[in-house]
C-alpha cells in the first residue's frame, strides 16, 4: 500500500494503480479524438475529472494525467495539446486560464531523504488562479500557486507561489516584471 505524504500528514493510500490504470484508458480514448470535436472532447473529459465542463472549455488533445479525479476546471478553459496533469495532489484551473502546448503540471514526487524516497509519494495542490497564461513547455510543480493575472514564460519551471500581475520566467522561475493593467 502506498503512502502519500501531504501539508496534512502521511496516510496510506488504496487504490492508486486502479486509479492511474483508470485514467491511462480514458486518456487513451480521449486522445483518439479529433481536435474540432468539441462535443465528444467534453464529455469524456468530464467523465475523466468526475464533473462536468463548461461548454467554453476547449482541450486539444493529446492530453495525459494520473488520475483525472483531482482536477478542477473553469470557464473559458483552453488547454493546448501534449499536456502532462499529474493531479494525484489537487490540480485547480480557474477561468479564463490559457495553457500552452507541452506544459505539465505537477502535483507529486518523491521524498527527498534516500531513505524514503521509494516509501511513498509526497504531493501539494496546484492552483492556477483567474486569466493566467502558461506558456508552452513550461513546468508548475507541486504547492504552487499562479496568482490572478500572471503570465509563465515558455520553459519556466515553477517551484515557488508566483503573485497576480506577475510575468515569471527561468529555471527555476523568478520575478521578470509587473504586468497590472493600468
Known sequence: MAKLWTDSGVTEVHGIRER???AIRMTERLNTLSYD???A??????????????????????LYCD?????????????????????????????????GPGVSLITSGHPVPPASRRDGISAAPIRIERNVWIGAGAMVLQGVTVGENSVIAAGA??????????????????????????
Open 20 to 22: 492511474v490504470e483508470r
Open 37 to 39: 470535436d468539441r462535443d
Open 41 to 62: 472532447i467534453r464529455a469524456v473529459w468530464s467523465e475523466l475529472t468526475g464533473h462536468p465542463v463548461d461548454e467554453t472549455f476547449t482541450l486539444i488533445p493529446p
Open 67 to 99: 488520475h483525472g479525479i483531482n482536477i478542477r476546471v473553469g470557464r473559458n478553459v483552453f488547454i493546448n495539446q501534449r499536456c502532462q496533469l499529474n493531479d494525484i495532489g489537487g490540480i485547480e484551473i480557474g477561468d479564463d486560464v490559457m495553457i
Open 157 to 182: 519551471v515553477v517551484t515557488h507561489d508566483v503573485p497576480p500581475n506577475t510575468l515569471a520566467a527561468g529555471v527555476p522561475a523568478k520575478h521578470i516584471r509587473d504586468i497590472s493593467q493600468k
